[in-house]
T-cell receptor
Framework: DVKVTQSSRYLVKRTGEKVFLECVQDMDHENMFWYRQDPGLGLRLIYFSYDVKMKEKGDIPEGYSVSREKKERFSLILESASTNQTSMYLC?????????????FGPGTRLTVL | AQKITQTQPGMFVQEKEAVTLDCTYDTSDQSYGLFWYKQPSSGEMIFLIYQGSYDEQNATEGRYSLNFQKARKSANLVISASQLGDSAMYFCSNRGDSSYKLIFGSGTRLLVRP
């Protein structure tokens, strides 16, 4: 079974803090993704990575950066957290090729910025 | 631009009955994929079913089936014999104009009544 883990289920930070959200997958997938989920808006793509050290902006990259130094790990960084970044953050991974583009998700990190 | 529309923010269904969750999509791509995910209160997104745009038959996975009407650009999820554990948020999504991206609808919250 594919397993995607995220470092924290719940996180509370203060405005201006630097925040790291970690995601690890154990299935050797090339592609990894970070989404945020807000009520009424569904999931929106922040960044994705299709290979080590490669990254592409998604639909809402402002205020975020990412790091992928190893294939299994994809980190989301909030350089200076703001209250409007309070949200649920979901990481996903997907292999390249195959019949479908199914993405496998982690359990999510609920971030609150005070 | 790609877009997914889920017009039902919430639905009720009686246990053991069938329920249909609506999804319409907008895409200019000739080849695309449609996905349904389930998100229980625990937060993890669980992949349910996939339909490719060139698949001639509607996809089925156990109690889940996808009513794919290509000309109408709809991809409704049908859950047969609802169970209490089916209570969750359900998201429809489309593989976007890049093969890496999934575009999500705003979701439908399903509550199964005993």
């Amino acid at each position: 079974d594919v397993k995607v883990t995220q470092s924290s289920r719940y996180l509370v930070k203060r405005t201006g803090e630097k925040v790291f959200l970690e995601c690890v997958q154990d299935m050797d997938h090339e592609n990894m993704f970070w989404y945020r989920q807000d009520p009424g808006l569904g999931l929106r793509l922040i960044y994705f990575s299709y290979d080590v050290k490669m990254k592409e902006k998604g639909d809402i990259p402002e205020g975020y950066s990412v790091s992928r130094e190893k294939k299994e790990r994809f980190s989301l960084i909030l350089e200076s957290a703001s209250t409007n970044q309070t949200s649920m953050y979901l990481c996903a991974s997907r292999p390249t090729g195959g019949h479908t583009d199914t993405q496998y998700f982690g359990p999510g990190t609920r971030l609150t910025v005070l | 631009a790609q877009k997914i529309t889920q017009t039902q923010p919430g639905m009720f269904v009686q246990e053991k009955e069938a329920v249909t969750l609506d999804c319409t999509y907008d895409t200019s791509d000739q080849s695309y994929g449609l996905f349904w995910y389930k998100q229980p209160s625990s937060g993890e997104m669980i992949f349910l079913i996939y339909q490719g745009s060139y698949d001639e038959q509607n996809a089925t996975e156990g109690r889940y089936s996808l009513n794919f009407q290509k000309a109408r650009k709809s991809a409704n999820l049908v859950i047969s014999a609802s169970q209490l554990g089916d209570s969750a948020m359900y998201f429809c999504s489309n593989r976007g104009d890049s093969s890496y991206k999934l575009i999500f609808g705003s979701g439908t919250r399903l509550l199964v009544r005993p």
